[in-house]
């Protein structure tokens, strides 16, 4: 969370790249409802929006918007 508040302001896409069980830990915390028990699968990407500021987003503040996965 500490490092996407530190995305330069005028970025409009942050791209997060990171190994399990941590990138779907964030997932989580960004929209707890919008994800799996499972959490992200391997090659997966998760979209996340945010209404506020990098600097301002918060737990349970950015909705779960796609997801996509890069094979089955």
């Known amino acids: 969370m500490s490092l996407v508040r530190t995305v330069d302001p005028a970025a ?30 391997t090659a997966e ?4 929006r ?4 990098w600097s301002q987003w918060s737990r349970a503040g950015a909705s779960l918007t796609a997801r996509h996965v890069a094979r089955d």
């Not at 945010?50 to 500021?53: D, H, S, T």
């Open 12 to 41: 409009r896409t942050a791209l997060l790249i990171a190994h399990n069980p941590g990138i779907s830990l964030l997932s989580a915390l960004f929209d707890p409802e919008g994800v799996d028990d499972g959490g992200l699968r």
């Open 50 to 53: 945010c209404p506020v500021g």
């Open 45 to 48: 990407l998760a979209v996340h």
